[in-house]
């Protein structure tokens, strides 16, 4: 089985900043493309940012400038940086993962159980 656990969220004032860690366990034999994605109440999940195996994030241009996405290929933990946060950056932010379990031959999509992030003064 494999496990993407979320941390990190909580309550911060506009322009301050959280870091959010994604950690992946279980049988895993490779790990794909990871993404961070959120949901504020009321709305659909959207794409916050995407980190490939090897290479570099992308992000949407809403979070451009200010959010970070880095990953440990070694600790199998992505993270999100979190800068300058406005109250519209206020949803559950979840974990998602393209990866290959031990003795299989293709990648599936796992998600975590989200963290809330709430930006309010």
């Known amino acids: 089985q494999v496990q993407l656990v979320e941390s990190g969220g909580g309550l911060v004032q506009p322009g301050g900043s959280l870091r959010l860690s994604c950690a992946a366990s279980?049988?895993?034999?490779?790990?794909?493309?990871m993404a961070w994605y959120r949901q504020a109440p009321g709305k659909q999940r959207e794409l916050v940012g995407t980190v490939p195996d090897i290479g570099s994030a992308k992000y949407v241009d809403s979070v451009k400038g200010r959010f970070t996405i880095s990953r440990d290929n070694t600790d199998r933990t992505m993270y999100l940086q979190m800068n300058s946060l406005k109250p519209e950056d206020t949803a559950v932010y979840y974990c998602?993962?393209?990866?290959?379990?031990?003795?299989?031959?293709?990648?599936?999509?796992?998600w975590g159980q989200g963290t809330q992030v709430t930006v309010s003064s």
């Open positions: 279980g049988t895993i034999s490779y790990i794909y493309s």
């Open positions: 998602y993962a393209d990866i290959r379990v031990s003795g299989t031959r293709r990648g599936d999509d796992y």
